[in-house]
């Protein structure tokens, strides 16, 4: 029964995951065709840089697809591990995408800056964007619920890159507006630089969040203190402590193994049953996990997190 219900709630959560990534991946062309086709009409770089930035958006979706479901691939005797990490790599991809993309847009405002004498013709330009900024907050909120729900790391890494496109849409639709109240065509080159500076930083907080699980970067300290946690509550089972604590996420798998102390005395068959449930607590408690525990006997010979505690741990002081 728990295999089958661990597989029902993977098969849910790669579909959620699917079906996210398959809405950003349309919603992200159909707005790169219509802003590369008002940004000719207009004339204005800020809305030709973002088209370029959602022709980025186009591919990172469909990096995020493919990852998703090449992470949904089962272990084999050349990955044992599974394929997780294919979401790490595909966040970094969308990182390095993003910065590609402010790169282009600041090459292209220093030029409009150099030669800012060139008609823009606004009204397009605000009406796409503000259609730009209606659909991608609808698509944002709908693709980071399925990251929370799934703890997709390609999806989290969509999820920002859509909120830089909602900020975009508005910062473009500002700058076109100042052009038309003022007839100053340089509001559109410096919002496009602005812009950049924002994609840039996105650009880093992505790769970083993407570095840190290729990287084998252990678990946030709330959900290690949930393993804690669990651990404390089965200490009057058995449980005399526990050391060597490692913890590591790959794409939406975590990956958990310790050392349990247990009473000397106890049966391999008592001890086996008290990891079972340990395993089955942990994971009710952080879905999508991989437990190992190496049970060693409590004589003495490693003094486990608890051992300053004589009374229950019946270690030595």
């Not at 900020?167 to 100053?184: D, E, H, P, Y």
């Not at 996420?249 to 310790?258: L, P, S, T, V």
Request: with cysteine.
């Amino acid at each position: 029964m728990a295999s089958v219900s661990l597989s029902r709630l993977l098969s849910f959560r790669t579909d959620l995951a699917s079906r996210a990534a398959a809405l950003s991946f349309a919603s992200n062309l159909t707005l790169m065709i219509m802003k590369f086709v008002v940004g000719m009409l207009s004339g204005s770089i800020a809305v030709l840089s973002d088209a370029v930035d959602s022709a980025q958006d186009v591919a990172a979706s469909t990096f995020a697809f493919l990852s998703i479901r090449l992470a949904n691939q089962p272990a084999d005797a050349e990955h044992p591990y599974g394929h997780g990490k294919a979401e790490s790599i595909a966040a970094a991809g969308q990182a390095l995408l993003i910065a590609g993309g402010a790169g282009f847009i600041i090459w292209q405002a220093v030029r409009r800056l150099m030669d800012h004498h060139v008609a823009i013709n606004t009204t397009p330009g605000i009406v796409a964007l503000t259609l730009t900024a209606v659909v991608n907050i609808a698509v944002v909120m709908y693709v980071g619920r399925a990251a929370r729900k799934t703890g997709s790391m390609a999806l989290q890494a969509d999820t920002r890159h859509l909120w830089t496109n909602v900020v975009q849409a508005g910062g473009v639709v500002l700058a076109l507006s100042l052009v038309a109240i003022t007839g100053r065509s340089v509001f559109d080159p410096v919002m496009a630089l602005a812009l950049a500076v924002y994609l840039l930083w996105t650009a880093g907080h992505v790769f970083a969040g993407a570095a840190g699980e290729i990287m084998d970067v252990r678990l946030p300290q709330h959900e290690e203190q949930l393993i804690e946690a669990c651990l404390r509550e089965h200490r009057e089972t058995g449980i005399r402590g526990y050391h060597h604590l490692r913890t590591r996420k790959a794409g939406r798998q975590r990956y958990i193994d310790f050392h349990l102390l247990v009473d000397p005395e106890q049966t391999v068959e008592a001890a086996h049953e008290l990891c079972d449930g340990l395993e089955r607590e942990i994971l009710a408690r952080l879905p999508g996990s991989v437990v190992t525990i190496h049970l060693e006997p409590d004589d003495g010979r490693y003094r486990g997190p608890w051992h300053h505690e004589p009374l229950e741990m019946g270690g030595q002081d």
